[in-house]
């Protein structure tokens, strides 16, 4: 018996059937694979934001500001959070509450792609030259996972930021918590 090149109707809904169980599996993974990528790009974007108004503001001799923003261009005040964007600029007219000046230069923008809230402690993070004390504060990242996947950029008085998992009132997760507390450190 000669038999042609195909598959049979009974082969074909295997491999369907195979291929929806396999895609069904996965696509959970993949959601929060997208999701933990998409926080992590917009965590790491805001400590380079750290970082840059830092180092300028030892560079320049100037306090740099680091302010949610909507526009690009004017700081938000308690009625904005951060998931609308931030920016980092120069304050050389040292103008407080900070508002950006035309001449004065912006050096770092970002606008985050994290489904979910960003909110901050403060309005804005104020970096001032060496020996100054800076603004400390936390920034939560929190996306629709909730508060066991949410992350926080704790920033120091002088200007170091850190990451940590915490929930979204800024206190560290039960999870990291008990998984700190199940290490030894003798």
Request: with cysteine.
């Amino acid at each position: 018996m000669h038999r042609t090149a195909g598959f049979t109707l009974l082969e074909l809904l295997g491999t369907v059937a195979l291929a929806g169980i396999l895609l069904g599996v996965a696509a959970p993974s993949f959601r929060d694979f997208l999701l933990d990528a998409r926080r992590t790009a917009d965590v790491n974007a805001f400590v380079l934001a750290v970082q840059v108004a830092r180092s300028e503001a030892a560079k320049r001799s100037h306090p740099v500001i680091l302010c949610k923003t909507r526009d690009f261009r004017h700081c938000g005040g308690n009625e904005l959070r951060f998931d609308a964007g931030w920016m980092v600029f120069t304050n050389i007219d040292g103008q407080l509450p900070p508002q950006r000046a035309e001449d004065e230069p912006m050096m770092y923008a970002h606008a985050p792609e994290l489904t979910g809230t960003i909110v901050g402690n403060r309005p804005f993070f104020e970096f001032r030259p060496l020996l100054r004390r800076s603004t400390n504060g936390t920034v939560v990242f929190c996306d629709e996972r909730g508060p066991a996947a949410a992350r926080a950029v704790i920033v120091s008085y002088t200007g170091r930021p850190r990451v940590d998992r915490v929930d979204p009132e800024g206190k560290r997760s039960e999870e990291h918590t008990s998984e700190l507390q199940s290490h030894s450190f003798i």
